[in-house]
């Protein structure tokens, strides 16, 4: 039987990601210079994030931590990896660089 917890992450999880599915292309606001652009990433840090916080919640109360490894993986990470060294490497300031705000 699932505990209180689970029930609640578990639902978090799913009611965020259906918000979000539905409020992302509805979600503009005058507030900013780019209202395009920048209140949407908001809203999907803050969605993300809230849904990474419930998965933790949820996993800490299984006391299970599942990793599907397929032979996809490696070279995704490995892909992942260059991305980051790459972003170090090529640019003066590596932070712009992760903002994504580097130079070509």
């Keep these: 039987m699932k505990s209180p917890l689970e029930k609640i992450s ?3 999880v799913h009611v965020t990601t259906l918000v979000l599915i539905f409020l992302f ?11 395009f652009e920048t209140n949407k990433l908001m809203l999907l840090l803050i ?3 809230v849904n990474l916080v419930a998965w933790a919640l949820y996993t800490i109360s299984k006391k299970e931590l599942k990793i599907t490894l397929t032979p996809l993986s490696l070279p995704l ?3 992942g990896l260059i991305f980051l060294l790459s972003s170090f490497i ?4 590596p932070t712009d660089s992760l903002m994504g705000r580097g130079s070509l």
């Design 10 to 12: 578990q639902t978090t």
């Design 77 to 79: 990470l490995l892909l």
């Design 90 to 93: 090529s640019a003066n300031n």
């Design 47 to 49: 969605a993300t994030s």
């Design 25 to 35: 292309p509805l979600f503009f606001l005058p507030i900013t210079q780019n209202f």
